[in-house]
């Protein structure tokens, strides 16, 4: 059994699907801690344990292709290697939303892996798990979400180190409330960044709402 938090249709807000329709699975649970969580929730909350056989009759009834798998944190659940697995077979596009502090190799190849990597301001006790970099394709995905000029610094300086843009893409957001999207877009004009600047579409549509929309 998995511990679902929500399950929903809407746009996808982040990551190379923004704009896409699909369907969420929010597992409940995570172990990270984030000062600036925007999912709380998901991490408080008890959650629904749910079967591999219930969730995909969720997918199925809604008849949309791509399913994001995300929480809280989705690689605490055991069977979500196994999810992956059965959706992938049934031709659902599969990706997977994850803190990146778990290593991701009993993941399929083919699931769309999107993994943070927490800067200064999450102040947060697990880090990183790096072996996760051996493991990327060129459709997967590293985001830093960005507080301040000091967790930009630190993630340029990380990017830079690993050679991130050659391994696979990487995206820099802003923590709502903290950064001016447009103060991030300027410094990355002026560093000549090759990484996509990414606002949360779902919260620019619907910003009252504090849940899955």
């Keep these: 059994m998995l511990t679902v938090c929500e399950t929903f249709v809407s746009l996808a807000g982040e990551s190379g699907w923004q704009g896409?329709?699909?369907?969420?699975?929010?597992?409940?649970?995570?172990?990270?801690?984030?000062a600036w969580c925007d999912t709380a929730y998901a991490r408080q909350e008890k959650g629904t344990?749910?079967?591999?056989?219930?969730?995909?009759?969720?997918?199925?009834?809604?008849?949309?292709?791509?399913?994001?798998?995300?929480?809280?944190?989705?690689?605490?659940?055991?069977?979500?290697p196994e999810l992956c697995r059965?959706?992938?077979?049934?031709?659902f596009d599969v990706q997977v939303?994850?803190?990146?502090?778990?290593?991701?190799?009993?993941?399929?190849?083919?699931?769309?892996?999107v993994l943070d990597i927490k800067p200064p301001?999450?102040?947060?006790?697990k880090g990183f798990h790096w072996g996760n970099l051996d493991l990327l394709g060129k459709r997967d995905e590293i985001k830093f979400v960005l507080a301040d000029r000091k967790d930009y610094d630190w993630s340029l300086s990380i990017m830079r180190k690993c050679k991130l843009e050659s391994r696979c893409k990487v995206l820099f957001s802003t923590v709502a409330g903290s950064l001016d999207p447009a103060?991030?877009?300027?410094?990355?004009?002026?560093?000549?960044?090759?990484?996509?600047?990414q606002l949360?579409?779902?919260?620019?549509?619907?910003?009252?709402?504090?849940?899955?929309?």
């Design 86 to 91: 059965a959706l992938l077979e049934e031709g």
């Design 121 to 125: 301001s999450a102040k947060t006790e």
């Design 20 to 34: 896409l329709v699909s369907t969420f699975i929010r597992f409940s649970g995570c172990d990270v801690d984030c």
């Design 200 to 213: 949360q579409l779902h919260k620019l549509l619907w910003p009252s709402e504090t849940r899955g929309k």
């Design 183 to 197: 103060e991030l877009a300027g410094w990355m004009i002026e560093d000549g960044l090759s990484v996509r600047l």
């Design 49 to 80: 344990p749910v079967s591999i056989g219930d969730i995909m009759s969720i997918c199925r009834a809604n008849r949309i292709r791509k399913v994001v798998l995300t929480g809280g944190e989705p690689l605490l659940q055991e069977e979500l």
């Design 97 to 113: 939303e994850t803190s990146g502090t778990r290593l991701c190799d009993k993941l399929d190849s083919l699931v769309m892996k």
